[in-house]
């Protein structure tokens, strides 16, 4: 079963406003590969669905707890969709300039993360105008720490540049608790709290 929230992760939720969408984000530019065909959308979509059972909160997002009574939790999305999650900013044959990147790139951090899937986004950028590839992405800060932030980039980048994609693994959601699982929950973590 996916964590409740900590109160400090639930905190990101509550300060999120307009003006602070509590995500935090990162932009990369790669040297295309001179002996290859350069990265494709599809491809990079391939490589992160083999990669998603070693990240298992890429598939969650929030569910809000019966009556407020405690934070909210993480739970599966029963309709997970990467294309959701993978997307390209431009054409694939459209040459990008430096300004232009900026301004994407800009205009991607400056929108808030949909609340109704899980918090992440990796958004390419196929060809900069000097042939490199750019890449930004962006994650919510109530799902996030260092070795989250390194996980969502290792969905889709590799130490080994002849690394192939893995097929993805089969996955079923875990069903959501309803009122009374997640109210015993509650009671066993207050008590395990107590009892710590």
């Given amino acids: 079963m996916a964590p409740t929230l900590s109160a400090l992760d639930g905190s990101f939720l509550r300060l999120e406003s307009e003006q602070a969408h509590m995500h935090v984000g990162w932009s990369a530019t790669f040297a295309a590969p001179g002996d290859r065909e350069r990265p494709t959308l599809q491809a990079l979509r391939d490589r992160a669905a083999g990669r998603l059972h070693d990240v298992p909160w890429c598939r969650w997002l929030l569910a809000g707890a019966p009556l407020g009574l405690s934070e909210p939790r993480w739970v599966d999305d029963p309709d997970f969709d990467l294309a959701a999650h993978v997307v390209a900013l431009t054409g694939p044959d459209e040459r990008v300039s430096p300004e232009r990147f900026r301004a994407l790139r800009d205009a991607v951090l400056s929108e808030p993360l949909d609340h109704s899937r899980p918090l992440w986004q990796i958004l390419l950028v196929p060809c900069l105008q000097d042939g490199r590839i750019g ?36 996955w079923r959601p875990e069903r959501r608790p309803g009122p009374a699982g997640w109210a015993l929950d509650g009671l066993m973590r207050t008590a395990s709290d107590g009892v710590g």
Wanted: without cysteine; aromatic residues 0%; hydrophobic residues 55%.
């Fill in 135 to 170: 890449m930004v992405g962006k994650i919510h800060h109530a799902l996030v720490d260092g070795i989250a932030a390194l996980q969502i980039v290792r969905l889709v980048v590799d130490d080994d540049r002849d690394a192939a994609a893995r097929a993805p693994e089969e």
